[in-house]
């Protein structure tokens, strides 16, 4: 356990549907991160957020959209998804942004497999 | 150019070896470097993290980092088959982690 949690753990929605994705740090962290990870592909970051703001958007498609209402959570809002959406979806969490030391170390949720029909 | 590369592998090794997995990466400004493992289906967790030129070690897991030739290693000492996974090189970049796409190690009993 790493102190990241995510739920739900599976998904299968239509493409019509809206669904979240939850994720929660019990680290004290100041820091969270969406990615994707599809198959053989690096995992691709989609947001991140430092003290609740957010800081970074890597030209996510806006039928995704993040909200992160205090430091200790973060949710990833779905709706009409396409099937080349399927993936995991991971959260992490850092002590602090990018500063070149051990307070940046990410660590991981369990993940949401995700499957869009 | 990727910016974080690794060889998809699959890389063997007969168990007791030693694994030695590489990475090459673009940005010359990168400061940290993490070595995460990542059983299949489920999330990366952290092995390795190193920041300063040399090799940093932490039981079986060594990793080597030179920042003149942008390369990152981890070498596993001897390898077992628990450590059949798949071994993400993830490097800092603004704000973020730039990860490569993992090279897989067979540990074969």
């Known amino acids: 356990e790493t102190g990241v949690t995510q739920t739900p753990r599976h998904l299968v929605m239509g493409m019509t549907n809206k669904k979240s994705l939850k994720c929660e740090q019990h680290?004290?962290?100041?820091?969270m991160y969406w990615y994707k990870q599809s198959a053989k592909k690096p995992l691709e970051l989609m947001f991140v957020?430092?003290?609740?703001?957010?800081?970074e958007n890597n030209s996510v498609p806006s039928r995704f959209s993040p909200e992160c209402p205090n430091s200790s959570h973060l949710f990833l809002h779905l709706h009409t998804l396409q099937p080349e959406d399927s993936a995991l979806y991971l959260c992490?969490?850092?002590?602090?942004?990018?500063?070149?030391?051990?307070?940046?170390?990410?660590?991981f949720g369990p993940g949401t497999r995700l499957l869009v029909l | 150019q990727k910016e974080v590369e690794q060889n998809s592998g699959p890389l063997s090794v007969p168990e007791g070896a030693i694994a030695s997995l590489n990475c090459t990466y673009s940005?010359?400004?990168?400061?940290?470097f993490f070595w995460y493992r990542q059983y299949s289906g489920k999330s990366p967790e952290l092995i390795m993290s190193?920041?300063?030129?040399g090799d940093k070690e932490d039981g079986r897991f060594t990793a080597q980092l030179n920042k003149a030739s942008q390369y990152v290693s981890l070498l596993i000492r001897d390898s077992q088959p628990s450590d059949s996974a798949t071994y993400l090189c993830?490097?800092?970049?603004?704000?973020?982690?730039?990860f490569g796409t993992g090279t897989r190690l067979k540990v074969l009993a």
């Open positions: 992490a969490s850092s002590q602090e942004l990018t500063q070149g030391n051990e307070q940046e170390t990410q660590y």
């Open positions: 190193i920041y300063s030129n």
């Open positions: 940005d010359r400004v990168s400061q940290s």
């Open positions: 680290l004290g962290h100041n820091a």
């Open positions: 957020y430092s003290l609740e703001e957010r800081v």
């Open positions: 993830a490097v800092t970049g603004t704000y973020k982690y730039i």
